[in-house]
């Protein structure tokens, strides 16, 4: 179900970054899935878009610019920390820079499945420069009208006075060649 300020909020998203389609070509029977594009390490340590509205069952690609990001599910209630053991972790991307000045990105991107209508929140781990307590979170489909917003949530990100958790491994999505390296571009 969608209210009108989610589909607002959809309009908004999909003019950062319009989804594109995705076939895996050992399923030729179903649909192709919508892949939303997100770039982590925009200036100011943002992931772009940051607040994506998605169906379920659609996929959601990270990929990565200089330096050294990731990307790790959390819970609303507690930011910069896994939401359990099973949380989707990407692993670290280091990136250099283009040496042109040009964009550069990871090689590799990071995929999640959308599973239904519920929240995920995420954020990057990276330490060094404390990226999760700078605000480098995001989320999939909020409801603002919950008051568990984007905002609430970094706001919470920028009090975390520890160190910012990960998994041990790569881990509830699917790391990969970058099978689109102008998406988000
Ligand atoms: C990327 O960051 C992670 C976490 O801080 C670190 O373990 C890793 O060594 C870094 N990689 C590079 C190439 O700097
Ligand atoms: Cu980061």
Redesign the pocket.
Known sequence: MLTPILLLLAAATSTLAAPTTHTDPSKTTTSPRTTHTVVAGRPGLRFDPENIVAAPGSIIEFHFLP??H?VVEAAFDLPCVPKDADSFFGG?F?VAKNPDGGVAQSGEVFQIEIKDEKPVWFYC????GRHCQSGMVGVVNQKVESGRTLEVFRMAAGGFEGVAG?QGRVQGGWRGANPNPNGGF
């Open positions: 330096a050294n990731t670290f280091p781990a990276q330490e060094k990960m």
